[in-house]
């Protein structure tokens, strides 16, 4: 086991406040790590830094061996680590086409190409369906499968999520786990921020607790599941 | 009398189409008002008149020549003003006014270089072929306009539709934040769009000149007055909408000269398109939408 990504004391400052305040962590490579916690513990902005959308204030974040705290996030995206964005961010103006051919805009391997679409198209039967229309169309649960399978285009190494079952009806929050689970069995390493701690949990073989910009528990899922602190703080007791 | 009228309508309505898809690219890509718009489209027809007066090149290459002097200044202007005002996210008004800054720069420095009296092409640069097609009187000139003007929208176009860089431009006019996480290289095409914007209102510039044959510095400005217009009217940002509502504002351009007033043309086009957009507040193709961060 070797790590694919590991965060060192990771700073950032959201405006004037320090939303991450010195975080490190690792994730193994195949596999599927949660970092959960409450609204504004500074999950979407670890998230957010990891892709260089925001500029750390502080720390390193070596994406297999290579520092990448100050690469832009198209560079980011070309190296593997791929991002699945808060609120099922899917360009609602393109169709479901051209959602995920842009998915697929750092590469240049168009056989490779075709047959990841045809990976999503397996994962995600109705896309197939629904190709030609405007993805802003899409139900919420059609558009985070759009989301996830543009990111699979680009061929990730490390997909990161934030919050995919946001907003979603029960039923589909269960579909769209275990679509990552099946995704995670092909090799792909998964870090999965998540407010439904108990879902998250359950799929994650490792997992972070982050409270107020800081790292207070970790552990295997299992053990974060069954840690009192956390099922009184995120499961309701 | 009335189809010689269309022609001329055709002619310069396609060339305020061509300016006006540079200027409404800028907004939809960059999000920018770009009122050194213009002044690039001035330039370019000095550039033209230039490289034929001083260098001797034929029109054929002084055109292109021209083209992409201006999509350099244009590119210039992104990289050197616009780009500072982005990193450090200068709320939208900054750059609009910064933009004039550049206008009122390069009309007064051709003004320097080139004194205010209005200059012409020499005599033999401009094709002078003519045929009559029934009662019209069609000019080379004015065919080879409409054809530059309708082929490099087409190509535009075409490219904006059917090509992965204008899928990625039409994801980066949706969400720059979005269009990056996939991949794109944002800033790159923040910079291509400048260039390729200020090319095509370069060579409308080109075209104007050859047109009218008269070259002044301060000939952007009208153009910019209707090239605001043309993109308001047609949706901001809207490519279509530009392409015909630039041809809409020279068709009541031209005959409200010919049939009402010729003093009162560009009086009776403006008042037009304050009425339709009376009517229609978010322009022919508007839609609106929010844009995310």
Known sequence: MSALLSVEDLAVNYGHIEAVKGIGFELEAGE???????????????????????????????????????????????????????????????????????GAYARRDPAGVAASLEEVFHLFPRLEERLEQKAGNLSGGEQQMLAIGRAMMAKPRLLLLDEPS??????????????????????????????????????????????????????SGDQLLGDPRVVEAYLGG | MFTQQLLNALTLGSVYALFALGFTLVFGVLAVINLSHGA??????????????????????????????????????????????????????????????????????????????????????????????GEVHVRALELSIVGISFGLMAVLFL???????????????????????????????????????????????VLIGLNFNAITPLMGQPILHKGIAVIILGGM??????????????????????????????????GLLFLILLVRPSGLFGRVLERKA
């Open chain 1, 166 to 219: 946001m907003g979603l009806a029960p039923l589909l929050v269960q579909d769209i786990f275990r679509t990552l689970v099946a995704i995670n069995r092909t090799g792909l390493t998964v870090l999965l921020v998540e407010q439904n701690v108990r879902q998250a949990l359950r799929i994650a073989r490792r997992g972070f607790v982050l409270e107020t910009g800081r790292i207070v528990l970790e552990g």
């Open chain 1, 32 to 102: 599927i790590t949660a970092l959960v916690g409450a609204n504004g513990a500074g999950k979407s902005t670890t998230l957010l830094a990891l892709s260089g959308l925001l500029r750390p204030a502080r720390g390193r974040v070596l994406f297999d061996g290579e520092d990448v705290t100050r690469l832009k996030p198209h560079q980011i995206v070309r190296r593997g680590l791929v991002q699945v964005a808060e609120g099922r961010a899917i360009l609602a103006t393109l169709s479901v086409r051209e959602n995920l051919a842009l």
């Open chain 2, 237 to 270: 940002g809207d490519i279509r909408g530009a392409l015909l509502a630039g041809l809409f504002l020279g068709f009541a351009e031209v005959m409200s000269k010919a049939y009402l007033s010729s003093q009162m043309g560009d009086a009776v086009a403006f």
């Open chain 2, 40 to 133: 690039v489209f001035m330039v370019g027809s000095y550039a033209a008149l230039t490289l034929v007066t001083r260098l001797h090149l034929p029109l054929g290459i002084a055109l292109p020549a021209a083209m992409a002097l201006s999509g350099c200044l244009g590119m210039a202007i992104d990289v050197l003003i616009l780009k500072p005002l982005r990193a450090r996210n200068a709320p939208h008004l900054i750059p609009m006014i910064a933009t004039i800054g550049v206008a009122i720069m390069l009309s007064s420095a051709a003004q320097g270089i080139f004194g205010a009296e209005i200059l012409r092409f020499p005599e033999g640069t401009i094709p002078a072929g003519e045929f009559t097609l």
């Open chain 2, 159 to 205: 490219a904006i539709r059917r090509t992965q860089l204008g899928r990625a431009l039409r994801a980066i006019a949706e969400s720059p934040r979005s269009a990056s996480l996939l991949g794109i290289n944002v800033e790159g095409l923040f910079h291509a769009t400048s260039f390729v914007a200020a090319a095509l209102g370069g060579v409308a510039g």
